[in-house]
């Protein structure tokens, strides 16, 4: 059983190591996938698009989280919420009034 | 090769922690080894979103010669990671809570023992 | 101050009392700051929650566990965090009203939070930002009762056994 298990492991990390390989470089993104969102100017028509002029905020991040991926924050804080409402119930203590 | 270092640290981690889940039995190592890999996680995706030279993007006090498209690092990955790490604290928070309620019961933190002793 | 350092023989020290409990306002102070502030400079609802959460574990370690819960029990605690999670759904709800899409932001154009700020680097005007500091408030209320609320649970089971 634990010689299968290392097999297994020395097989996945081979596969990874070997995917590292055929990553793209580390500073170049393989395109310019969030200039939309940053900003800029139209070059034809002249009017700027991006963060500042969509949401009013100056943080690129904080828009995204709450602008632009609002419904995942929305789930976020359901996960929070169900997960303490499940540290509750097992950690209750035996019933101080009744 | 030796720009890809990131990458490589990300796989080193998942190795490091992929070997305390398996073959380790103390329940809290196993914890342990379960946020290590949700770390080398949160590593992954933020070093996708990396351009050469840029800085935060972020307007306010910005330093003057940056060019604004061009010179500032992704955001998106950036707004994925922040909601991974919220996660990762639930997740942790809710199995510790277990881990609490399996010593008081069974009187041991040995994985092995406790399918044994069925009281 | 003396009633509050006399009383109980659980906790720490009666300097570790007195300061933790003279700098508790100053941290929920930059905790709601950094709350604020999201839109303008890193940070935003879920790290200024983390501060505030931080400041409520010191004084349940400088006090005691059971001192504290008389003080700031769970259901306060959870009443909090409801109430933040409430706030949230209310405004996106409000801007299905408003607006033709669910958590719109339509507060862009108006006096409330509406001003646009002019393109390119600037000082951070706080009138900015439309819907989001709403939303950062109530993600901060929520993150605040809710880590509080689980290490006080954690803290209270161990000492049942007395």
């Known amino acids: 059983m634990r010689k299968i298990a290392v097999l297994v492991f ?24 969030d200039d939309y969102i940053i900003g800029g100017q139209n070059q034809t028509t002249g009017e700027w698009y991006g963060t500042q ?46 | 090769m030796i720009y890809n270092i990131p990458f490589f640290a990300v796989i080193i981690l998942i190795a490091v922690g992929m070997y305390a889940v398996i073959f380790r039995s103390n329940l809290i190592k196993i914890a342990i080894g379960i946020t ?11 070093t996708l979103g990396y351009r050469e030279g840029g800085v935060a993007p972020i307007y306010t006090n910005l330093p003057s010669g940056v060019a604004i498209p061009g010179g500032m690092v992704l955001p998106v990955p950036q707004a994925l990671t922040l909601t991974s790490i919220v996660i990762g604290v639930a997740v942790l928070a809710l199995m510790l809570s277990f881990i609490i309620r399996i010593y008081q019961y069974y009187g041991t933190l040995d994985s092995r023992k406790i399918r044994r002793l069925k009281e | 101050m003396s009633e509050k350092t006399n009383g109980n023989s659980e906790g720490l020290s009666p300097i570790v009392k007195v300061v933790s409990s003279m700098i508790f306002p100053f941290i929920m102070i930059f905790s709601f700051y950094v709350i604020m502030h999201g839109h303008l400079t890193p940070g935003g609802g879920f790290q200024g929650g983390a501060i505030g959460a931080s400041a409520v574990v010191m004084l349940i370690v400088a006090f005691g566990a059971r001192h504290t819960e008389k003080r700031a029990g769970e259901e306060k605690l959870s009443l909090f965090e409801s109430m933040g999670g409430t706030l949230f759904v209310a405004v996106a709800i409000f801007g299905f009203i408003m607006a033709a899409t669910f958590m719109s932001n339509f507060l862009v154009g108006s006096e409330i939070f509406g001003e646009k700020p002019p393109f390119g680097p600037n000082g951070g005007i706080l009138n900015t930002g439309g819907i989001l500091p709403i939303l950062n408030f109530a993600v901060g209320m929520k993150v605040i009762g809710g880590l509080s609320a689980v290490v006080l649970a954690m803290a209270l089971v161990s000492k049942e056994e007395d």
Do not use: C, Q, W
């Open chain 1, 10 to 33: 020395a097989i996945f990390f081979a596969f990874m190591f070997l995917a590292a390989y055929d990553m793209h470089d580390f500073g170049a993104p393989p395109s310019e996938m």
């Open chain 1, 53 to 98: 002029n969509d949401t009013g905020a100056n943080n690129a991040v904080t828009a995204v989280v709450f602008d632009y991926r609002g419904y995942d924050t929305l789930g976020e804080a359901t996960v929070l919420f169900t997960a303490i409402a499940g540290v509750m119930v097992v950690l209750r203590r035996r019933g101080k009034n009744e």
């Open chain 2, 36 to 46: 290590i890999v949700e770390s080398a996680v949160n590593l992954f995706l933020i």
